[in-house]
């Protein structure tokens, strides 16, 4: 059984740092591919960011590019997600996701979920 947890979530001000992490429990983790999505109050949920499983490829929503960065230690099997000059706007529940691929390559399509880490950016 697959099981993604999220975690380091909270409250900070425009312009502050948060990280969240993503703890798998996932056999095939290291053919994994992962991913970040979140969704705003009264929003769809959307993609923000994509990882290879080697980490080697990495993919971003233009509205976090240059400012979320996406990172994993297969040997933690563990995913982050790193979130620097925060706006209001990214203000949303996260959610970290993973399926299995066939190669070392991002994707936006996804089968298993996490419950989600509230973001919460004041201004």
Aim: aromatic share 10%; hydrophobic share 35%.
């Amino acid at each position: 059984q697959v099981q993604l947890v999220e975690s380091g979530g909270g409250l900070v001000q425009a312009g502050g740092s948060l990280r969240l992490s993503c703890a798998a429990s996932i056999r095939t983790f290291s053919n994994s591919a992962m991913g970040w999505f979140r969704r705003a109050p009264g929003k769809e949920r959307e993609f923000v960011a994509a990882i290879s499983w080697s980490g080697g490829n990495t993919d971003f929503a233009d509205s976090v590019k240059g400012r979320f960065t996406i990172s994993r230690d297969n040997a933690k099997k563990t995913v982050y997600l790193q979130m620097t000059s925060l706006k209001p706007e990214d203000t949303a529940v996260y959610y970290c996701a993973a399926t299995v691929a066939i190669a070392d390559v991002t994707t936006r399509d996804y089968n298993y979920w996490g419950q989600g880490t509230q973001v919460t950016v004041s201004s």
